[in-house]
């Protein structure tokens, strides 16, 4: 069942500085970022072993360094049990202009 991934897109190129991202059951999550006008070209950033809470979201706050993305793909690598989910995904940061 794993890895599970999915994409998410921004509307115009930006600095991504904080990522906070609510999930359950996620052993194991993984970060690509592109700067592509497309979703392609993908590059590691950010591999985190997040903590189980039983019973509740797993709340995880991510400081990040060269945050520079147009796509963000995110992989569940492994999971605390067969199912896991990513509830929510915030991102601050800015919108780099001109670049995209």
Do not use: C
């Not at 599970?4 to 897109?9: A, G, H, K, S, T």
């Not at 999971?79 to 202009?97: E, K, M, Q, W």
């Amino acid at each position: 069942m794993f890895p599970q991934e999915f994409i998410i897109f921004f509307h115009k190129h930006v600095k991504i500085e904080r990522l906070v991202i609510q999930s359950y059951f996620v052993r194991t999550l993984k970060i690509e970022k592109s700067t592509s006008k497309e979703p392609v070209d993908f590059g590691q950033w950010i591999e985190k072993d997040l903590v189980h809470t039983e019973g509740q979201l797993q709340n995880e706050e991510i400081v990040a360094h060269d945050g520079y993305a147009t796509y963000l793909r995110f992989i569940i690598i492994s999971a605390f049990d067969h199912f896991a989910s990513v509830h929510s995904i915030s991102a601050d940061g800015t919108v780099v202009s001109g670049l995209v």
